[in-house]
């Protein structure tokens, strides 16, 4: 597979009061054309914060972020603009749709925002194709926790990305749901050959990926199969 995304250098900070609290310490991370890696690591560790690094929605402190060979963070701000709508999806532990909307037209509304037409098609197709054909006209408040995670995936997805971040998707939902939900995520990833970079504390759905990577001390480290064993202490989420 060749490479999509390289991150080298990454790191990041934040202030508490007069200190500074290192998040990110010169990062590194590799991703290929249609894998799928996730991230995980304990609670407050950093996890979101990588994603928000890598989709282009926040900036490091220090380091480079390649998209294909383009360079992002140096990139002027319509070549920025240009990797977050149309190159990234993004999916949410809670999925952020609007609740004056219905399903449809949540999955619509970035392109309506960028006065696109090419999505209204995909997103009535990936709708049906999520088992929401019946539920199109339906606004949030009258779908299901699954229905509606859904329904945030095909938002995700309907600008056909290169590549899609998940942080805990699955975290609001019962296992069995969360279980369904993934299960059509990475269904879809094979059917459209999308990179997958997901942030999770389920080991379920971390063994459902190619790699596994811990996050710890600011730094990623790859887990093969015992030491994945060992980090989720042989107890399936």
């Given amino acids: 597979m060749s490479e999509l995304l390289h991150a080298s250098g990454l ?104 006065r696109r037409g090419e999505g209204a098609a995909n997103a009535r197709e990936l709708l049906e194709r999520l088992g929401l054909g019946a539920r199109l006209a339906h606004r949030p408040s009258a779908l299901s926790g699954g229905e509606q995670q859904r329904v945030a995936i095909a938002r995700a997805l309907a600008a056909s990305p290169a590549l899609v971040f998940a942080d805990e998707p699955t975290g609001n939902l019962d296992p069995a749901t969360g279980k369904r939900v993934f299960d059509l995520l990475r269904e879809l990833q094979r059917e459209r050959g999308f990179a997958l970079v997901l942030a999770s504390h389920s080991e379920r759905l971390a063994r459902g990926c190619d790699r596994i990577l811990r996050l710890d001390d ?17 107890d399936p989420s």
């Fill in 218 to 234: 600011g730094h990623l480290t790859s887990l093969g199969a015992d030491e994945a064993r060992a980090y989720f202490s042989l």
């Fill in 11 to 114: 790191s990041k900070s934040y202030r508490s009061g007069p200190r500074s609290i290192d998040v990110l310490r010169d990062l590194a991370l590799d991703v290929a054309e249609g894998e799928s890696v996730a991230i995980v690591g304990d609670s407050g560790v950093g996890k979101s914060t990588l994603l928000h690094l890598l989709g282009g929605l926040d900036r490091p402190d220090a380091g480079r972020l390649t998209f294909r060979g383009i360079d992002i963070f140096h990139a002027d701000t319509a070549r920025l603009a240009e990797y977050r709508n149309r190159n990234v999806g993004f999916v949410f532990q809670f999925h952020h749709l609007l609740p004056e909307f219905s399903a449809l037209e949540n999955v619509e509304m970035p392109f309506r925002i960028g």
